[in-house]
């Protein structure tokens, strides 16, 4: 078992009141609750919109998925399904919101490679609370085909914007395990044929999210501004002239503040001063190699500085590749130079640095950290000038089918997003009914374990703020939901690798 954790730490919360009267207390009964009456029910009301036969579209966001797999609780507890329990309130009769329910209590983590392992299926993280780490699960279980009723969640984890109308899709096994015809059809097209009365589209986030958890190292994941416009086009296209139902579109939020990207710190090895000192003079050919260039004229003084590598007890910066910087191969000299404070650092180095991960040395020390693990600053700004733009793009078709369609705008200076964020106030986090909710995978947090993911109170959060969006377009009274009744992060049990 000491090899498997070896392999995860490479890849890395009514009564009902009765009364049985006759005769005088009757009347007394009456004359009281004249005078007080009994607390009623809200009026709920679907305003101008049919909610009778719901139907979700999207990716993970929409599935369910959380803590770095796809779980029946997670399911249970998707926005999709929680957005559904609202809309329930102003339909009468039977209601039924279909999901392609996995039956796994811990599900299939995607996230770590390989798996299964010698044997064994690694399952959802849970919080390791001694290691304060995520740790996968070590009974989890592979996807297997759903044979249920209907289904009104069409949410697939993965999915691309393009991808909705491609059967190609079904190479994905989250859309193979429910496809109505593989190979042939496609997630829209299914859910079209599902006929929905009205419909949510959050679509969009993994055209641009995928570019970055992979540290901005292959172009070839981030979808062009051009295609997004077309894929796009086509997908609210269909929905417009293949149904009759109205819609609620949400867009892609400000995911470089997730703890993805920021639960690693920049300084995130400690250091004695005797190594520290051992590891500098591990460096000395190389940082004088970078003063020769910078005495020649080939790079500037303060590049040479910055280059430079150098450690101190306490705290310290790791060494990383850096392809911004000037190329001094003529010299022999790699690009890197030391983490600053406004680099991104991917989740799943944190539990490689300073290990001998690749055999090349401590990583992050003697081993510079590739490209992949790291987002400069540089790469940071062009994923929010794609993000934004793709949301730009969403704004634009939304508001050319104003009449059916409605904008949920997660960037909104007043939501939810830029409160947690600290983004309207500087303060990140965010306060419920008194309880301050943060935006990680702590207890209190609103993430799953995966960093990414909201847990079942983050997706109650973000509901509440699709309720509101609804209502002022459709002029509905719907529910707001309990965020505090759901569930956050759940914690390790002695079934976790870390545990082992």
């Known amino acids: 078992m000491n090899k498997l954790y070896k392999i995860f730490l490479l890849l890395i919360v009514a009564g009902l009141i009765g009364y049985s009267c006759d005769g005088i207390e009757d009347s007394l009964v009456d004359d009281q609750l004249e005078e007080n009456p009994l607390p009623t029910s809200p009026d709920y009301s679907s305003g101008s919109a049919d909610f009778s036969n719901y139907v979700a579209i999207g990716n993970s966001l929409t599935a369910g998925y959380m803590d770095g797999a796809l779980y029946s609780n997670g399911q249970a507890n998707s926005v999709a399904a929680i957005l559904a329990t609202s809309f329930a309130t102003t339909v009468e009769g039977d209601y039924t919101f279909n999901q392609p329910n996995i039956n796994s209590a811990n599900g299939f983590n995607t996230n770590i490679s390989p798996n299964p392992n010698n044997g064994i299926t690694f399952g959802r993280f849970k919080l390791d609370t001694e290691a ?4 996968p699960v070590i009974n989890g279980e592979a996807p297997t085909a759903y044979s249920g009723p209907a289904l009104n969640n069409f949410g697939v984890p993965g999915l691309t914007v393009g991808q909705l109308r491609d ?29 929905p009365t009205f419909f949510s589209l959050w679509i969009g986030n993994n055209d641009v999210l995928g570019y970055a958890t992979g540290g901005a190292s292959n172009p070839a994941v981030l979808t062009s501004n051009d295609d997004f416009q077309t894929r796009f086009s086509n997908v609210v296209a269909d929905l417009i002239s293949e149904t009759s139902a109205e819609g609620v579109v949400i867009n892609i939020p400000s995911f470089l503040g997730l703890a993805f990207f920021r ?238």
Request: proline letters at 6%; glycine letters at 10%.
């Open 132 to 135: 304060r780490v995520p740790s």
């Open 263 to 500: 639960a690693v710190p920049f300084n995130a090895i400690p250091l004695d001063a005797a190594t520290a000192t051992a590891l500098t003079n591990g460096y000395s050919d190389y940082n004088n190699g970078v003063q020769t260039a910078a005495d020649g004229g080939a790079i500037t003084q303060a590049e040479a500085d910055r280059r430079k590598i150098v450690f101190g007890a306490g705290a310290n910066a790791f060494v990383m590749e850096d392809e911004t910087l000037t190329d001094l191969s003529a010299f022999g000299l790699p690009p890197i130079r030391q983490s600053e404070p406004t680099d991104l650092t991917i989740l799943s180095l944190g539990s490689i640095l300073g290990v001998d991960a690749f055999g090349e040395g401590a990583y992050g020390l003697q081993d510079a950290v590739e490209d992949r693990f790291m987002l400069i600053p540089s790469e940071q700004v062009e994923i929010e000038t794609s993000r934004q733009t793709f949301n730009g793009i969403m704004a634009q078709i939304v508001a050319a089918n104003s009449a059916r369609l409605t904008l949920y705008d997660t960037n909104s200076s007043t939501g939810a997003f830029a409160d947690l964020f600290g983004l309207s106030d500087g303060v990140p986090g965010i306060t419920v009914d008194g309880v301050d909710l943060s935006p990680d995978f702590a207890p209190t947090g609103v993430l799953s374990t995966d960093g990414i993911h909201p847990n079942p109170r983050g997706n109650a959060l973000i509901v509440n703020e699709i309720i509101a969006t609804i209502e002022a377009k459709f002029g509905s009274v719907l529910p707001e939901i309990n965020v505090l009744n759901r569930s956050s992060v759940s914690v390790c049990a002695g079934n976790c690798l870390s545990q082992q």
């Open 167 to 195: 059967p190609a899709a079904v190479n994905n096994p989250f859309y193979a395990r429910f496809a109505s015809n593989p190979g042939a059809s496609t997630v829209l097209g299914d859910a079209i044929d599902a006929d």
